[in-house]
C-alpha cells in the first residue's frame, strides 16, 4: 500500500480498532491505522485479571500522572491508558456498562441532534453479542462479547441480599438504559479471555489487503494544506515518517492525546500554541477544556472467612488452582478479572435515576493493580456517577513526546463533595446491612475513626483516585458553543478532513464505564463517513459491490 491512502486512523484503542474494520470492510477504501504501542502480544493482556500486570506496565501503558491537584491534597494521581493494540481496552477493567438513557438525551438536547437514547440505542444492539440473548435494547450478532459471571461468590451474593434489603432490586442487565439495580457485572470477555476491541474488530480486518496496521508508530503532527488536514507526520523505530489522507484523518486517541494531538497540529486555543511557537490553523477554545472524569473512592474491609481472592493469590497452592482453573477450564478468577459485583443507586433523595456507581471486587489493595492485602479482604469502590468539576489537558511543550499537562480538579465544586461523601456512608450503611454484615470483620479503610462529614471528604481526598474514565476535552456542540470542538458528526468545527472519535467528544461524561459507550461512538462515526462517502461518489460502492 502505498504512502497515500483515503483514511487515516490515529490510535488503535477502543475507538480506531472499530473505525479500522468499518471503513475498510467494504473493499472500497484504503486506510492505515497507526498506533503508537505494540501489538498486543503480551500474554497478560489477554487474561481478564491480567489488569493487575498492565496496571504499571512500562511498555503496554502511558502511565501518565496528572499535575498536582489543589483538591486532592496536591497529589499527583497516577492515570493508566493503553498503549497497544486495542488500547485501553487492552488492559482496562473490563465491565460492560453502555450508561443511562438520560446520558444521551442530555446530549441531544444540548444541541446535538440524533445522539438521544432512541437513537444511540441501533448501534448498542450491532456492536453487541450478549449471552443474555435477545432482546429489545440487547444484540447477539456483533463483535463485542457482553458476557455473564456464571460463577457465583458468596461475598457478591451477600452484596445483592443486602442491597435488596435497602429496597435495591437485583437485575441481570444493567444497559437497557434504566440502569438502577444490584447483581453481576457483564464483562468484555470471550471464552475465559479479554476481548479487547483489538480482538473484537482488528484481528477479522488485518488480512485485508486495503488495511495497514502501523504498530511502534506514534503521531507527531496533523498535516494541514490550508485548513484541511491532509495527512499525519509520525515516528517509528526511530524514522520521522509521513502518510496523506485522500478523505480523512480520524483522530481516536483518547480524550488525552487527541486534543494534544489537535493542540501541536495548530488547532486550539490560540493564545496557548502562540506560547510554544505552534502556528494556528483554527482558533479552537475549547480544545482540552471540558475534562472529566469518575473519581474512585475504595472503602475496603477485612472479612471474616478466607473466602476471597486475596487468600487465592498469597499462597503458592492458591495460585497454582487458579492458573490450572484457567488453563483447564477458563474458568476461576482469572477468567472475571477485578470487580464481579455491580451496584447502581441514588444516594441522594433528589436524583431522579441512579447517581453512584459500585464495583465490588472480591480482593483489597492499596490501589487499583496493586499488591493486595495480607489479609482476607474486599473493596466497595465507589463514584460520583455525573461530575461537576471540570479540568483541562494542555501541552507542557511543542514536544510531541512529552507527556501533557493534565489537571482534573477533581472535587472542585460542592456538588461534587457532597455526593461523594454520601456515597462513602451509603457504602458504610451497605457493608452494615445483614447479611453481609455478618462477612465483615472491620473496615481497614477509612477505618472507624473517620466518622464527620469533614473527616470523610479529608479521607477522600487523600486516597480518592481515577476510575480511568477522562473524557470531553473535544466537546460535541454546535459552533454557538465556545467550547465546542466537534460537530454532532464529529466533525471539527472550522477545518476540513478531520474528526475526533473517541470519549474526548462527550459533551458530558456517561454515567458508568466508558468502553462499550465508546465503541458506540466509533460505530457511529463509521456510519457517518461511509453515508457521507456514499451520497458524494456513489459509484465507488457500486463498483466494489
Known sequence: MSDTVDYIVVGAGSAGCVMANRLSASGAHSVCLLEAGPKDSYPWIHIPIGYGKTMFHKVVNWGYYTDPDPNMLDRRIYWPRGRTLGGSSAINGLIYIRGQRRDYDAWAAAGNPGWGWDDCLPYFRKLENNDLGPGPTRGTDGPLNATS???????????????????????????????????????????????????????????????????????????????????????????VRTVRARREVILCAGALQSPQLLQLSGVGPAALLRQFGIGVVRDLPGVGENLQDHLQIRLIYETTRPITTNDQLRTLPGRIRMGLEWLLLRGGPLAVGINQGGLFCRVDPASLTPDTQFHFATLSADMAGGKVHPFSGCTYSVCHLRPSSRGRVRLRSADPFEAPSMQPNYLSTELDRRMTVAAVQYARRLAATAPLAAMM????????????????????????????????????????????????????????????????????????NTNVPAVMLAERAADFILQEHTQAHPQTLQAAA
Do not use: W
Open 149 to 239: 459471571i456464571k460463577t457465583p461468590h458468596p461475598l457478591v451474593q451477600g452484596l445483592i441480599a443486602a442491597a435488596q434489603n435497602l429496597g435495591i432490586a437485583q437485575v441481570d442487565d444493567f444497559n437497557t438504559g434504566e440502569q438502577e439495580g444490584v447483581g453481576y457485572y457483564q464483562l468484555t470477555t470471550r471464552n475465559g479471555r479479554r476481548c479487547s476491541t483489538a480482538v473484537a474488530y482488528l484481528r477479522p480486518a488485518q488480512g485485508r489487503a486495503n488495511l495497514r496496521i502501523e504498530t511502534d508508530a506514534h503521531a507527531m503532527a496533523i498535516l494541514f494544506e490550508g485548513t484541511r488536514a491532509c495527512g499525519v507526520r509520525y515516528r517509528q523505530h526511530g524514522q
Open 441 to 512: 470483620k472491620r473496615e481497614f479503610r477509612p477505618g472507624p475513626e473517620v466518622r464527620s462529614d469533614d473527616e470523610i471528604l479529608h479521607f477522600c481526598r487523600e486516597y480518592g483516585a481515577t476510575i480511568f474514565h477522562p473524557s470531553g476535552t473535544a466537546k460535541m456542540g454546535p459552533r454557538s458553543d465556545p467550547l465546542a470542538v466537534v460537530d454532532a458528526q464529529l466533525r471539527v468545527h472550522g477545518v476540513a478532513g478531520l474528526r475526533v472519535v473517541d470519549c474526548s467528544i462527550m459533551p458530558t461524561l456517561v454515567s458508568g
